[in-house]
């Protein structure tokens, strides 16, 4: 380790607040974590500087902050509660102690607004670009994780918030879904969940295949975000559901819970009914003159 | 994701066996861990091509083994189990297929040697240098764990194995300590630990400071690698204290408990008294003559 590195985590277990599940955090070859009598949840993702975010445009804090909302956004897709941070860092040599400092930061704001405490992590420089991996380990009640496989033919399939053209900032500053999926946790009704990180159209493929169902959408029912690119309509929709890094939640639950679920939702962020889950497999648009035609996984897929 | 990221995961889902404390792995927005009743460890690192292997002269397969390694030896120091591994990867666009499925069948062998489950990850493609960082969750009774911070005055420092010069090889192809951890658990009389990764000189420092106590080394009893670099005895206990990746366990033990750990060691990795612990702070060597003088925390430091 160079000296930057030790003083970075020097500062940073000066920074960290506990929790009670996190006996031990940074300072040991691991750390420890008490869960009893919850079920663990991890979570991984690692963001890279010309992929995830371009630092040239783009502040260190807002970095740092992207790589533990996008965990956020999986254990809350996962209905759980996140409990701690583990951070590995890759430092271009020459950024300096201030922007390690400044990713750190946005990433320990973030972790503060949710109880989470930064509990490990890595920290090394390099001649490559920005290399950020966060784990987050989370803990929900046995047996009551929301799983991408618990999708019921009948189900009516919702989304949370509005998609499209979260490129143009929103991908930086979102806030994870943590309170709504605690809150349709202690509501009790929700089967398939998951978060929309590729896109609309390639994670509900997700929920279809394991949940061994068949999805079909309601095009005029998506919620287009004001910022999904196009000028008509229909280019704003494939926006909304190809863009991918809306991290909003889709989820499925029984037809005869929408009541409830509507009656009772507490937030301002949007909550809309999309379409249902079937008996067969594959997804499906439902057109306005009630013709279907396949949904292709158009998510976003960067080839190489 | 690309199609190489989905094929990627595809097969690994086909190819990770399971244990009953992961009842949900690769394939949801996050895996599930049941560690009843015992105490979750969690430990991460991030390796870099270029500054942890070279894959000029590095087969991919070795990377990833080190990868996993090196987290394993981090479990080892906390005196847990190994259960889970998370991965995350870059690999570099045009590297193709092939290149991810070996670094992760490298990763997978270790792995199923020491009965741990692939349960997530997350992968990417970019233009940088190949990047891997594994997390690893492990298992330790409550209370048990191995803290740098236990060393007490008048306890004795151990060191397994023989250190120096594992940049020619051994960085690539150690054996995690976690028989060797497993069997000091069981045994129970164990103080401080710690893996030595920086060089024994910078880990005892770790040691000593969180330990609140003075550590002194016999330098004449550093038990030096054969590929520790010099030509001198001098040269090669220097290459043998500060090289660093040896990965073998540096501990502390009541004096007392001296016969009892040496009349039941069952392994061949060597077993080395190399001082102990006093009141006091800071880490001194001690030479032949009964001089003492300060010990450099001079491990391996790369600056920037």
Known sequence: ???????????????????????L???????????DPHTAVIVTDMLLDGVHFDLKTVPPFLAGRKALAVNLSDIAAMGAE?????????????????FAHEVHQGIMNLAAQYNVVLAG????????????????????KKGREFRRSAGKS???????????????????????????????????HVHATIDVSDGLAADLHHVAKESGVRAVVDESAIPVHPDAAGST??????????DGEDFELLFSIPADSRESLFGSWPFSRALTVIGELDIGAGC?????????????????????
């Open 82 to 98: 996140a409990v701690a941070a583990f951070v590995s860092v890759a430092i271009p040599k020459g950024a300096g102690s201030k």
């Open 233 to 242: 309509l229909t280019e704003r929709r494939v926006s909304a559901v190809s």
């Open 154 to 188: 009948g189900d009516l399939l919702l989304v949370t918030g509005a998609l499209g053209g979260s490129i143009t900032g929103r991908h930086l500053t979102f806030e994870p879904c943590l309170k709504e999926a605690s809150w349709l946790q202690a509501w009790g």
């Open 1 to 23: 380790m160079s000296r930057i590195e030790f003083d970075l985590i020097d500062w940073l277990r000066t920074q960290v607040a506990g929790r009670k599940e996190v006996p």
């Open 121 to 140: 992590g890595d920290t090394n420089t390099w001649s490559g670009p920005f290399v950020v991996n966060v784990a987050v380990v989370g803990q929900v």
């Open 284 to 304: 499906f648009w439902r057109h306005p003159d009630g013709s279907q035609s396949p949904m292709l996984p158009q998510g976003w897929v960067h080839e190489f």
């Open 25 to 35: 955090g940074i300072g040991d070859d691991g750390a420890l974590l008490e869960l």
